[in-house]
């Protein structure tokens, strides 16, 4: 079985948001507890990347097994949060074969997409196995071969794991995710989203 821990990036302020989305409801339930619900059934390991708001949402996932990774230079922008984040997990877990990372604002993307990119993955090819939408856009959730964990560990400011999809495009295969990329950015998406998908 191959050894690839799930990361849940959801360190950052929500500033176009306006308040945090980590604890944004989503059903009877925080957005972050409705995400680790999701993620859990898919993987054995889970870390959650934490920086902004920490303090507020720890007490949210006392009773879920998962690990946390508090970032707490997380103004410095979603890169270097994931770079930490990778050099804690590679620390403490020497033998991985990859990393799943996906990010707190994207609801809509199920288990069974989850699965379906580990499904696909092949140990010691130097993959990347990205999530496509209808429309063509290739992205997160993204599945990185271990081969790139140095590339990963280097990332900063804002510059997210695309920057090395768009580098490794021969090495990259698309999993179709249809409609479910949305990122929940502002306000309106998220009261449209909530409308339409949030579980009741």
């Known amino acids: ?17 306006g308040e945090p989305k980590q604890l944004l409801k989503w059903g009877n339930k925080s957005l972050i507890q409705f995400q680790v619900e999701t993620i ?9 990347i934490l920086g902004a708001y920490a303090e507020r949402i720890q007490p949210l996932l006392k009773n879920y097994n998962v690990e946390l990774i508090q970032f707490n230079q997380w103004e410095k922008g979603m890169g270097d949060s994931l770079a930490y984040g990778i050099q804690q997990i590679c620390k403490s877990n020497p033998n991985i074969d990859g990393f799943l990372i996906s990010l707190i604002d994207q609801p809509l993307v ?25 429309s063509g856009w290739v992205g997160v959730p993204v599945l990185f071969d271990a081969y790139y964990s140095a590339q990963l560990q280097s990332l900063s400011g804002e510059e997210g794991a695309k920057v090395i999809l768009k580098k490794n495009r021969a090495n990259t295969i698309a999993i179709n995710a249809r409609d479910t990329l949305i990122d929940m950015d502002t306000q309106e998406v998220y009261q449209k989203l909530v409308k339409e998908f949030s579980p009741q």
């Open 1 to 17: 079985m191959t050894n690839i821990p799930h990361i849940l990036l959801a360190a950052g302020t929500s500033r176009r948001m």
């Open 40 to 48: 859990l059934p898919t993987t054995d390991k889970v870390y959650v």
């Open 110 to 134: 199920s288990a069974s997409h989850y699965s379906a990119m580990r499904a696909r993955f092949e140990k010691g090819k130097n993959q990347i196995i990205a999530s496509e939408s209808d």
